[in-house]
């Protein structure tokens, strides 16, 4: 008999579906429409008379509502025929009709037949990850590395972070992957993206620690690595111990090692450092930036930021319009949002120094849809340190939210105004609109219930809050919040620590809390305690409320000197902390 291409003689005979996404299966409830046939083209054929008619059969079956016998009849002769393309439709089929099992099946049989292709492979990970077995998935992964050419092998292995991103069983998954990964981190050319990979995945499940151990694997291996350096940047913007150090000794390889990917992780860097009030580290950086050559613009905008934040308002300016003229020689799109940050800051020293024209000429070189919010949340409040508080409220609201996210920013941006020009009666307002729209919110439920403390409605914060707690149990600034509320209030103090204590097992790093505990042990008697968990506190976070708290602990063990001496340090980071303004005044110093 003679043969003809298994293409030609089915596009023939066949006019219906033949593939549906995975993605598409695993989501709707609806069956999909056929789809035109889309057959591969191989060179010859094993196709019979017998196999014809099978899979015209099957075609047919399908095509009369009939899946289960469609699958099949495609499946036996993928079986009888080793061939590829009638595996692949199988599977397809199996998936049109949402039978995940079967789909499974039929595809671990293309594997057992072509355990060195590819394509079955990765249909076995898509469908496994349809069906929410993430304890399955090593297998087809190790092979998927496996087969991967060795100048994508690295490609592969970053990328699974994001293929396994959507599963809920995180350990499983992790454990998975594990097994997966071991022999890519015993061999040299992968071993780095191997503990990246790791690493983000231990992330994932909730394990910093054991991150920061991939992270510190993956540049011992590679030292110059970028994606390891960014996951011990991620970590250092979780103040995981230790990330800092790691991310330094990245720092100290060859500029020229890590390529291109350096300096927007260096000045990343800087930002967190800032954001941290590490002064004292974010200057050493910025020197070892201007010392590059030739030192990037945005030195001068962090560097602007900087002495921003710690009050040095001259050299702020003169620094952030050196960076608008060296931004200028630059392309338009790689520096719009250093120019509007920069925009932004330098209006906001000029309204600090009541200079509302200038502060207003400052806006008005944004260009037009950067970050339009937190442009109108600038002028408003230029308008309400004129006493145009109304207008400045209109402002915000207008023009009127296209969406529900919108709505939500402009509600947010509303309070901030209110709360920063000590309106917190109206700001709590807001906040009870939002709230209502929102319901859900926990970060809204949040706000609300942190301004209701701030009007004296002691009462009603301590209602929102075990409200929030008992619909969303690891929402742990509620439980620091509350503890640090009865604490600050001398009440219930056991209680608070509880509280405290709670939210501490939660996030263990987190200065903020640590403060919440050394305040709580200081009301209970416990001064030794208290110095001992400010003072670790204090190094994590430099921050003017922490240091009102540890110089109080100070003062009442009668070392007067050193409370002095951070408070000090606590009025250069912000003169107007209204809690060390409150402790001062309280204990009538004058540092």
């Known amino acids: 008999m003679s043969r003809a291409p298994f293409t030609t003689l089915m596009a023939a005979a066949i006019a219906c579906t033949l593939t549906t996404p995975f993605a598409a299966w695993a989501q709707t409830d609806t069956p999909p429409r056929p789809a035109p046939p889309t057959v591969d083209t191989p060179t010859s054929s094993d196709l019979d008379a017998e196999l014809f008619y099978q899979l015209?059969?099957?075609?047919?079956?399908l095509r009369e509502n009939d899946p289960g016998a469609a699958f099949s009849l495609l499946h036996d002769a993928a079986q009888r025929t080793q061939r590829p393309e009638l595996y692949r439709r199988a599977v397809e089929i199996a998936l049109q009709s949402r039978a995940g099992n079967a789909a499974?099946?039929?595809?671990r049989d293309w594997v057992r037949a072509h355990p060195d292709q590819e394509e079955p492979h990765r249909y076995e990970l898509q469908i496994l990850l349809a069906l929410n077995r993430p304890a399955d998935i090593g297998t087809p992964l190790r092979h998927l590395i496996r087969l991967a050419p060795a100048d994508r092998r690295n490609d592969v292995i970053a990328a699974i972070p994001q293929t396994v991103a959507r599963t809920e069983d995180k350990s499983a998954t992790l454990k998975a992957l594990q097994e997966a990964l071991k022999p890519a981190l015993a061999d040299p050319h992968t071993a780095a993206a191997a503990w990246v990979t790791l690493g983000r995945l231990q992330l994932a499940n909730g394990a910093p620690g054991e991150a920061l151990r991939s992270a510190q694997q993956a540049l011992a291996?590679?030292?110059?690595?970028?994606?390891g350096a960014a996951l011990a940047l991620e970590l250092v913007e979780r103040e995981q111990p230790g990330a800092h150090a790691a991310f330094q000794a990245f720092l100290q390889t060859p500029p020229e090692a890590s390529g291109r990917a350096r300096l927007p992780l260096h000045l990343t860097f800087v930002r967190l450092l800032l954001d941290q009030r590490r002064w004292a580290d974010a200057t050493q950086e910025l020197d070892r930036l201007r010392r590059s050559?030739?030192?990037?613009?945005?030195?001068?905008?962090l560097q602007g930021l900087l002495d921003g934040l710690q009050h040095r308002p001259q050299a702020a300016e003169a620094a952030l319009q050196r960076y608008l003229e060296l931004a200028q020689a630059q392309p338009a799109e790689d520096n719009r949002p250093g120019r509007t940050q920069a925009l932004l800051q330098l209006a906001q020293m000029a309204e600090q120094r009541q200079d509302y024209a200038a502060a207003n000429a400052w806006l008005d070189q944004i260009d037009p849809g950067d970050?339009?919010?937190a442009v109108q949340l600038r002028r408003a409040t230029v308008l309400a340190r004129q006493g145009q508080l109304d207008r400045a409220r209109a402002l915000l609201r207008h023009p009127p939210a296209r969406n529900d996210a919108e709505l939500r920013r402009q509600w947010l941006a509303e309070a901030q105004l209110l709360r920063d020009v000590g309106q917190p009666t109206l700001a709590y307002a807001v906040y009870t609109e939002a709230a209502a729209r929102f319901p859900d919110d926990a970060d809204l439920a949040y706000e609300r219930a942190m301004a209701a403390e701030k009007t004296g409605r002691h009462d009603e914060m301590e209602a929102q809050l075990r409200a929030l707690i008992a619909r969303q149990p690891d929402f742990h600034h509620a439980y620091n919040a509350l503890g640090y509320a009865l604490a600050d209030r001398n009440e219930r103090l056991p209680e608070a620590k509880a509280l405290i204590q709670k939210a501490l097992a939660a996030a263990p790093n987190d200065p903020f809390i640590l403060d919440s505990l050394g305040w709580v042990e200081f009301r209970l008697g416990h001064h030794a305690e208290a110095l001992r968990v400010l003072r670790?506190?204090?190094?994590?976070?430099p921050d003017a409320e922490i240091a009102a708290h540890l110089g109080e602990v100070h003062w009442a063990a009668g070392q007067h000197e050193a409370a002095l001496a951070i408070w000090r340090e606590g009025l250069r980071l912000n003169p107007d902390n209204p809690t060390l303004r409150q402790t001062l005044q309280r204990l009538q110093v004058t540092p």
Do not use: F, M, N
Request: hydrophobic share 35%; net charge negative; no cysteine.
């Open 56 to 61: 015209l059969l099957g075609e047919l079956q």
């Open 104 to 107: 499974l099946s039929a595809v």
């Open 221 to 227: 291996r590679q030292p110059h690595s970028p994606t």
């Open 293 to 301: 050559t030739p030192p990037p613009p945005e030195v001068w905008l």
């Open 371 to 373: 970050d339009i919010l």
């Open 536 to 541: 670790d506190a204090y190094q994590r976070r």
